[in-house]
């Protein structure tokens, strides 16, 4: 019944998604064009790759909250790391930036099992320390676009088969993420964890060590798009993607992953991605005030999430047969 009912949300926001583009295009027909397509979906890579780290997270009743500190503290990492070594390649960079935003987030993770505390506190928590460490390690100052790496500003700017390299990036970590849900035996044990952690441990599934996978490959994932948007954009500062782990809750909560765990998947969060991208592409292009899009998206997922509460409530979430049920 629950898997029904994902697919049919993922139908209707899909739906949506196409009307709100027919409307647009009919309005303004440029975006309806393969260019202006190109430009959303070069737009929405890096939150994509947020929301498939994010979504894991979701999927056990947790959250984090310092995936946009971590991108930033990763990017100024790597930032500084290219200014002071002129001679590194794109795959040490990659590397670094993977390996750095993995340790931030088991650091999360560990926190959280090691102390038994709410996800919500420690992610926030480190949200702060991780944006002081950024105003340690540069002085407070920024790093523009003379400083940064070479490699560093040429990757997201190169094209591979028609498509931006960011492009290729969002899709090999999406397709990555999907077959890990689907074929792996610890992705399976994410969704049982979110939707019953006592039957979960009732038939040995290890909360701690899923908790830390799932932490540590946010963080990774973040790091990743922490490079990213450092050579997108040409610079890295203290400021850099505040507010934006926001964005990436939005994006999963709208694309049916949540927030009470054990729901969603990975096409949903696609979706998710994709209609933030189509809506920020087209607001502007109908003249909509800047102010007028933050009440829009904060409306949109208020509606996300009473739409998510009530179809679970009729889908139910029980996992184990109640006592005295027949066969």
């Given at each position: 019944?629950?898997?029904?009912l994902?697919?049919?949300r993922e ?5 949506i998604i196409?009307v709100?583009?027919?409307?647009v295009?009919a309005?303004a027909?440029?975006?309806?064009t393969w ?6 979906a070069?737009d929405s890579?890096?939150l994509a790759?947020?929301?498939m780290?994010q979504?894991?997270v979701?999927?056990t ?7 946009a500190?971590?991108l930033?503290?990763t990017?100024m990492v790597?930032a ?11 795959a040490?960079?990659?590397a ?5 935003g993995?340790?931030l987030?088991?650091?999360?993770g560990?926190l959280?099992?090691?102390f038994?505390?709410?996800p919500?506190?420690v992610t926030?928590g ?8 950024i105003?340690v ?17 040429g ?6 088969l028609?498509?931006p ?6 899709i090999v970590v999406?397709?990555?993420m ?5 074929y792996?035996?610890e992705?399976r044990?994410?969704y049982?964890?979110g939707g019953?952690p006592?039957?979960a441990?009732?038939v040995g599934i290890?909360?701690p060590?899923?908790l830390?996978?799932v932490?540590?490959?946010s963080?990774?994932l973040a790091?990743l798009?922490?490079?990213l ?7 890295a500062?203290t ?5 934006y782990?926001?964005?990436v809750v939005?994006a999963c ?9 054990g729901?969603?998947s990975?096409a949903?969060?696609?979706l998710?991605?994709?209609f ?5 592409g087209a607001?502007?292009v109908?003249?909509?005030?800047p102010?007028w899009?933050?009440a829009?998206?904060g409306?949109?997922?208020?509606i ?8 679970e409530?009729?889908?139910g979430?029980?996992i ?8």
């Amino acid at each position: 019944m629950k898997n029904l009912l994902s697919v049919r949300r993922e139908w209707l926001l899909l739906a949506i998604i196409v009307v709100i583009a027919l409307a647009v295009g009919a309005r303004a027909p440029v975006f309806l064009t393969w260019r202006n397509g190109i430009d959303i979906a070069n737009d929405s890579a890096i939150l994509a790759i947020l929301v498939m780290g994010q979504m894991l997270v979701l999927l056990t009743r947790g959250i984090d909250l310092s995936v946009a500190s971590n991108l930033a503290l990763t990017g100024m990492v790597c930032a500084l790391v290219g200014r002071a070594w002129p001679g590194a390649n794109i795959a040490v960079l990659l590397a670094l930036a993977m390996v750095v935003g993995a340790g931030l987030g088991a650091l999360n993770g560990w926190l959280i099992t090691r102390f038994d505390l709410p996800p919500i506190v420690v992610t926030l928590g480190t949200l702060s320390a991780y944006r002081g460490s950024i105003f340690v390690a540069s002085k407070g100052a920024w790093i523009s676009d003379q400083d940064i790496h070479e490699v560093i500003k040429g990757l997201p700017r190169e094209q591979w088969l028609g498509l931006p390299a960011l492009v290729w990036f969002a899709i090999v970590v999406v397709a990555a993420m999907a077959l890990f849900l689907k074929y792996r035996r610890e992705g399976r044990e994410i969704y049982a964890l979110g939707g019953n952690p006592h039957a979960a441990a009732y038939v040995g599934i290890s909360a701690p060590s899923r908790l830390m996978m799932v932490y540590t490959l946010s963080g990774m994932l973040a790091g990743l798009a922490g490079l990213l948007w450092v050579g997108r954009y040409s610079i890295a500062y203290t400021e850099l993607a505040a507010g934006y782990e926001l964005t990436v809750v939005a994006a999963c909560v709208i694309g049916g992953i949540s927030i009470g765990g054990g729901v969603g998947s990975v096409a949903g969060a696609a979706l998710g991605v994709l209609f933030i991208g189509v809506v920020n592409g087209a607001l502007p292009v109908i003249q909509v005030s800047p102010f007028w899009q933050q009440a829009i998206a904060g409306a949109v997922i208020l509606i996300s999430v009473t739409v998510n509460v009530r179809s679970e409530q009729r889908a139910g979430r029980q996992i184990l047969e109640r006592q005295g049920a027949p066969a």
